[in-house]
Nanobody
Framework: QVQLVDSVGGSVQAGGSLRLSCAGS????????MAWVRQAPGKVLEGVAV???????IYEDSEKGQYTISGDNANNTLYLQMNVLEPEDNGIYYC??????????????????WGQGTQVTVSA
C-alpha cells in the first residue's frame, strides 16, 4: 500500500517563496515517477512538475524557472520549491505517484497514488 502525505502549504505575498514536501511510504517501487499537481480555483487539475526517481525532471512550460522539483530517494520525500509566487499560483497542490514516467507524465489521469492536498495562497 502506497501512502503520500503532503506537508502543510502556506500563505505568502506576491514575490514570496514556499517549499512543499510530500512524504511517501509503502511499496516505493510503485512510485518511481512522482509529480506535483495543482488545482487552481475553478480550474481542472494540471500537472506542474514531474520527478523521476532516477534523476530527471519535467516541468509544465509556464513553470519553468519558477518551480524546482526534487526528491530525496533515501527518505522517499518529494519537494517543490516555488519562487516569485504570484496570485496565479493559488490553488491546492497534490503530490501524486505512479510506477514509471513517460512522455505523458504531466497528464494527471494516469497517477494511481495521491496525497491529500495542501493549500497555497498568494496574495497580491
Amino acid at each position: 500500500q502506497v501512502q503520500l502525505v503532503d506537508s502543510v502549504g502556506g500563505s505568502v505575498q506576491a514575490g514570496g517563496s514556499l517549499r512543499l514536501s510530500c512524504a511517501g511510504s509503502g511499496y516505493t517501487a510503485r512510485t518511481n515517477c512522482m509529480a506535483w499537481v495543482r488545482q487552481a480555483p475553478g480550474k481542472v487539475l494540471e500537472g506542474v512538475a514531474v520527478f523521476h526517481r532516477y534523476g530527471s525532471e519535467i516541468y509544465e512550460d509556464s513553470e519553468k524557472g519558477q518551480y524546482t522539483i526534487s526528491g530525496d530517494n533515501a527518505n522517499n520525500t518529494l519537494y517543490l520549491q516555488m519562487n516569485v509566487l504570484e496570485p496565479e499560483d493559488n490553488g491546492i497542490y497534490y503530490c501524486a505517484a505512479r510506477h514509471a514516467c513517460s512522455e505523458d507524465s504531466l497528464s494527471v489521469g494516469s497517477y494511481a497514488h495521491w496525497g491529500q492536498g495542501t493549500q497555497v495562497t498568494v496574495s497580491a
